[in-house]
């Protein structure tokens, strides 16, 4: 890998300084495991929400659900928190665990080696710099990776391009002609913030999303009072926010041959349609045809009305190429424009996403390869065989669908077990079994005939859930069995080892 100079070493290294990175590193914390070091591409905490700026973020959960369970806040001004609130309590965890001085931002990952004798991982940087830590956390996420469309001439537009994932909040887009190329997550919430503004908005779409209300607004001073005076009251505000949160997605999501609650949702998405947008012909290129399930909804109270207005413009129509003054498309209409937005999400399971950077193990093992050939998965969505002293934050078949901070919290709990575990043990390698694993993905191969995404219509939906394999790597699991299993799995799924010490020459003759 090179002869880049060392950096002193911690016994742990995080990859990602985002709501993973950080819930992780106070996890160890907690459990004495304090030797570790955050590394960070961008140049603060929040990761998603550090990244992410465009105009009317924000989080698609109730905010009393997306937070730590041990750092509850109740400031928020809205019932969903925009995004400038998410990036400020990133900082205010950030700073309450202590990880300024544990972090190195700007600093990218650029390939992770292990070595087998020394039971180290390699992890070369952009900064021509090299870490050897004992173990490595990955916390990258995989929204994180702008994905630019594939179009003919995209490079050759002569105006303002932007993706939202890396907004140029100096742009001012009053009096402008915009066209936003997707109907994705994000979309759904830039749409209405910036149509009042612009002179003319052209929205390409190519599949429809289904929209739901976001029963959302100013946080009540009465809510604020209960939660901040009565005794419980913000774990009571929590707990009412799981049993939404949990409703609406794992329920309905992996359990639909017993709820069918996607189908219940479903039929208010129609009539939410009917109610919000006036054109017939409009409403219907706003109705997806795949089942509500499928892929991921959007949330929200403006989007659809947002296309009854005379400056706005669904185009259906193919794109055929970006030419230097706009968009064609296939039967020859031209949409002259200023601004290219692309809201066209994020790399996935595209190659040199997932993970972002090169990762060999045992034997050199490449684990894009391994997972292109074995199909994804992850012990408990955190380990794989074949690949000691490393660990995911979000792996294949880790996260169920409910807050991403459950996810962060399970994840870092069964870490915590297995290296707690280690060093009792005094084990310098710890790697799940493939006996283990295997048990785990045929268990999560057959609970998933229960879930919304195998209904014929969902092959229509053109969804990221969807991996080349042609799985969803989604947890058909309930939170709370999420919970129980990060506390319950059993330890001798991960076998031991200590590293041989290297005996010289010398010391064998004497």
């Known amino acids: ?32 495991l304090s030797n570790y070091l955050i590394v960070e591409q961008g140049d603060g905490f929040g990761g998603t929400w550090y990244w992410n700026r465009y105009p009317g973020l924000a989080v698609d959960i109730p905010a009393f659900s997306y937070q730590y369970s041990y750092a509850n806040r109740t400031s928020w001004t809205r019932v969903y928190a925009p995004g400038e609130e998410l990036r400020d309590y990133a900082e205010h965890c950030a700073q309450r665990f202590g990880l300024h001085d544990r972090v190195r931002f700007g600093t990218k990952i650029t390939a992770a080696e292990f070595d087998e004798d020394g039971h180290r991982w390699r992890l070369e940087t952009d900064q021509g710099t090299t870490f050897t830590p004992r173990h490595v956390i990955d916390a990258t996420g995989v929204l994180t990776q702008p994905k630019l469309p594939d179009i003919e001439g995209v ?51 190519r599949t429809p999303i289904w929209c739901l209300p976001k029963l959302d607004g100013p946080l009540p001073q009465s809510v604020r009072w209960f939660m901040t005076r009565v005794p419980g009251g913000a774990r009571a505000a929590r707990l009412l926010s799981q049993s939404f949160v949990e409703l609406i997605f794992p329920l309905a999501a992996h359990y639909h041959t017993t709820f069918r609650l996607a189908t219940v949702f479903e039929s208010s998405a129609r009539k939410y349609i009917r109610d919000q947008v006036h054109d017939p012909e409009l409403r219907d290129k706003l109705t997806p045809r795949y089942s509500l399930g499928c892929k991921r909804p959007g949330f929200h109270n403006e989007y659809l009305a947002t296309f009854n207005r005379a400056n706005v413009t669904l ?3 193919p794109i055929e190429r970006i030419t230097p003054t706009g968009v064609l498309t296939r039967s020859g209409t031209a949409h002259e424009i200023d601004v290219l937005v692309h809201a066209t999400g994020f790399k996935v399971f595209d190659p040199g996403n997932f993970p972002k950077y090169p990762v060999r193990g045992r034997g050199g093992t490449d684990l894009e390869r391994w997972w292109d050939e074995n199909r994804y998965q992850a012990y ?50 710890v790697e799940v079994t493939p006996a ?35 799985d969803v790597p989604l947890r058909p699991s309930p939170t709370i069995e999420t919970m129980w299993r990060a506390r319950r799995f059993p330890l001798d799924d991960y076998r031991l080892e200590r590293v041989t010490p290297h005996i010289s020459a010398e010391t064998v003759a004497a």
């Open 1 to 32: 890998m090179g002869s880049a100079p060392m950096h002193r070493d911690p016994d742990v290294l995080i990859i990602g300084a985002g709501f993973s990175g950080i819930g992780v590193a106070s996890s160890l914390d907690r459990a004495g």
């Open 155 to 205: 490079e050759t537009f002569a105006g303002t391009t932007m993706h939202t994932a890396r907004w140029d909040s100096a742009q001012d887009l009053a009096g402008k002609r915009v066209a936003v190329i997707g109907t994705g997550a994000s979309a759904v919430q830039l749409i209405p913030a910036i149509a009042p503004e612009v002179e003319h908005l052209t929205v390409l779409q």
């Open 315 to 317: 185009e259906t129509d």
């Open 380 to 429: 408990e969505g955190v380990s794989v065989p074949g690949f000691p002293n490393y660990f995911l934050m979000f792996g294949p078949y880790g996260y169920n669908g409910s807050s991403y901070f459950n996810l962060v919290e399970t994840q870092a709990r069964h870490i915590v077990r297995v290296l707690s575990h280690a060093r009792r043990s005094g084990a310098s390698l």
């Open 436 to 470: 283990a694993n295997d048990r785990f993905f045929a268990e999560m191969l057959r609970r998933r005939k229960r879930q919304v995404f195998w209904r014929g219509s969902c092959a229509l939906a053109n969804s990221y859930y969807f991996d080349p394999h042609g």
